[in-house]
């Protein structure tokens, strides 16, 4: 072997190495970026849609319900007492003050009952599917991966769905963090990144985590 050669060989080691190291030590922020990108957009489109089909009154309620003294409460009641839009809604920021209070078994629960409740819409019952995997992934030890694979399965055999590329994102998490199978997670990014419509927020996430698992399975 030459001398060139020599060298190539360890300046690669050197690379996977720091690649592994840069992954181990940020790995989970980076989730964490993902997770809060995905729950910025479905947030986003959420609240348009409700503007467009809820009425003067249920919005009141929903605002108010912001201004008691204990607003998580509040909510609380409002998403068991309301019904569809409304109810989705107010469970949807349920879920967001306990994200924020770090109280995942709450935000589960929250995320839950929307998954459950009869009169909410499939669009609202599947972003609140995606987001309470999201969390379990991280935060609920009993939720194994298999079990997380098949809630999702769904989401995923359904491509008109408007939650399909969240879906497959969730997926891969799933395959990398809970399996360590980085060749199948890698599998559910590349179909990602053969889609033409990712807004450009999230392409840069996808690539981001593509590139990662990429030199996370070369460092193998």
Request: avoid cysteine; charge should be neutral.
């Amino acid at each position: 072997m030459s001398g060139p050669d020599i060298l190539r060989e360890v300046e690669e080691s050197i690379r996977a190495e720091k690649a592994a190291q840069f992954w181990k030590k940020n790995g989970h922020t980076i989730l964490a970026i993902v997770f809060l990108a995905i729950l910025g957009t479905a947030a986003q489109s959420f609240w348009v849609s409700y503007k467009k089909n809820q009425s003067e009154a249920a919005t009141s309620q929903f605002l108010e319900a912001f201004d008691n003294k204990s607003p998580l409460s509040a909510l609380q009641k409002l998403g068991q007492e309301e019904k569809g839009s409304a109810s989705a809604l107010a469970g949807l920021s349920t879920a967001a003050m306990a994200i924020e209070k770090k109280d995942w078994p709450a935000a589960i629960s929250a995320y839950k009952n929307i998954t459950t409740n009869k009169s909410v819409d499939k669009i609202y019952k599947d972003l609140a599917l995606i987001q309470m995997i999201s969390i379990q992934i991280d935060h609920d030890t009993k939720a194994n991966a298999d079990d997380l694979l098949n809630a999702i399965s769904p989401l995923l055999s359904d491509k008109k769905s408007p939650w399909y590329a969240n879906a497959v994102f969730i997926s891969s998490l799933i395959k990398s963090s809970k399996k360590n199978d980085l060749k199948a997670a890698q599998a559910d990014l590349d179909i990602l990144l053969s889609m033409n419509n990712l807004p450009a927020g999230f392409l840069e996430q996808v690539n981001a985590l593509s590139e990662m698992n990429k030199l996370k399975m070369g460092s193998k």
